[in-house]
């Protein structure tokens, strides 16, 4: 089995910063970490849960959305199996619950699909004032 969650949400003005973390453990994952696509979904009320970027861990490959590149920054930590979300200059439209997911031997192609990944963690709120 593979848990993911999250932690670091919360209020920020518009074009502040916030982190967030996405710690990922369980025996499957930890034998076969580097066969793991990392990605952070989000979702705001009233819509569909939307691709926000993911990273593989096995050597690092990054993809993003249009809407948060040159802002929001995916990395991890192998020692610590944490994967992170650097978001900067934040606007109200970037309010959502994000949500960490976990999928193992993904395609490149699908890494922007939700239903291509396994596990998910609870969510964290983030909110972004104006």
């Known amino acids: 089995q593979v848990q993911v969650a999250e932690s670091g949400g919360g209020l920020v003005q518009a074009g502040g910063s916030l982190r967030l973390s996405c710690a990922a453990s369980?025996?499957?994952?930890?034998?076969?970490?580097?066969?793991?696509?990392m990605a952070w979904f989000r979702q705001a009320p009233g819509k569909e849960r939307e691709f926000v970027t993911a990273i593989g861990w096995s050597g690092g490959s990054t993809r993003y959305a249009d809407s948060v590149k040159g802002r929001f920054t995916i990395s991890k930590d192998n020692a610590k199996n944490t994967v992170y979300l650097e978001m900067n200059s934040l606007k109200p439209e970037d309010t959502a619950v994000y949500y960490c997911?976990?999928?193992?031997?993904?395609?490149?192609?699908?890494?922007?699909?939700?239903?291509?990944?396994?596990?998910w963690g609870q969510g964290t709120q983030v909110t972004v004032s104006s």
């Open positions: 369980g025996r499957t994952f930890s034998s076969n970490v580097m066969g793991y696509v």
């Open positions: 997911a976990a999928a193992r031997g993904l395609v490149w192609s699908r890494a922007r699909t939700s239903s291509s990944y396994e596990y």
